[in-house]
């Protein structure tokens, strides 16, 4: 195991100031295929989701990068939860998931959310770890607990707190010099704004 985790450790490409593990490469390859097949609404996105999120808790962990870091171990757990619900998840009145919006109290309840869980987890990052960005890694752990989530029920704002939450992790990631996954969050960004689309026209064509 020793040798697999150093292997995955090592570097697959240095280019100039840009170097890669293979567990970052490997990652951020499996990630793009992830967010290809939510535009889609395909349940392959889920295990998909585990095996990308496994590769870079170990990324993520040797660049410091704590709360990233425990945030993919969540992400593998409700990849399992969201791969149920997109399979058998049922709506309030009974209907299988359907790609919808959320209510207006429900939007301003999640935005509470968000404003309370960010500083909550940068002051614990802060105070239990030795990571020197607590509060900066704070913001996209706490937006990708509240993007899962909305992912996971289908929910058209799932995307525009993914461009949030990516855009965030371009800036951090360079600080920290992962360029690869600098690369990949600038994509993911593009790409949360071509879901945003896909997935506003879904829902726009249920309520016709």
């Not at 993520?60 to 993919?72: C, E, I, K, T, V």
Request: charged share 10%; aromatic share 18%; glycine share 8%.
């Amino acid at each position: 195991m020793d040798t697999f985790v150093a292997l995955l450790n090592s570097a697959a490409f240095t280019f100039g100031p840009l170097t890669a593990s293979w567990a970052e490469l490997a990652g951020a390859l499996l990630g793009v295929w992830m967010v290809v097949c939510n535009w889609r609404v395909n349940p392959l996105a889920w295990p998909l989701a585990i095996a990308s999120s496994a590769l870079y808790w170990l990324v993520f962990w040797q660049a410091r990068l704590y709360g990233d870091a425990w945030l993919q171990v969540f992400f593998a757990v409700v990849a399992l939860w969201g791969w149920w619900q997109w399979l058998r998840g049922r709506q309030a009145d009974g209907q299988t998931l359907q790609v919808r919006w959320l209510g207006q109290r429900h939007r301003a309840l999640m935005l509470l959310g968000m404003a309370a869980l960010w500083p909550a987890m940068g002051w614990f990052l802060d105070r239990y770890t030795d990571t020197d960005v607590p509060y900066w890694d704070a913001f996209p752990t706490a937006g990708s607990l509240l993007g899962q989530f909305l992912l996971g029920r289908k929910y058209v704002e799932n995307w525009p707190a993914w461009v949030a939450v990516n855009l965030v992790g371009v800036g951090l990631f360079a600080y920290k010099g992962l360029w690869l996954t600098v690369g990949l969050y600038t994509l993911f960004a593009a790409m949360a704004v071509v879901g945003w689309r896909a997935w506003s026209r879904l829902a726009a064509a249920k309520d016709a």
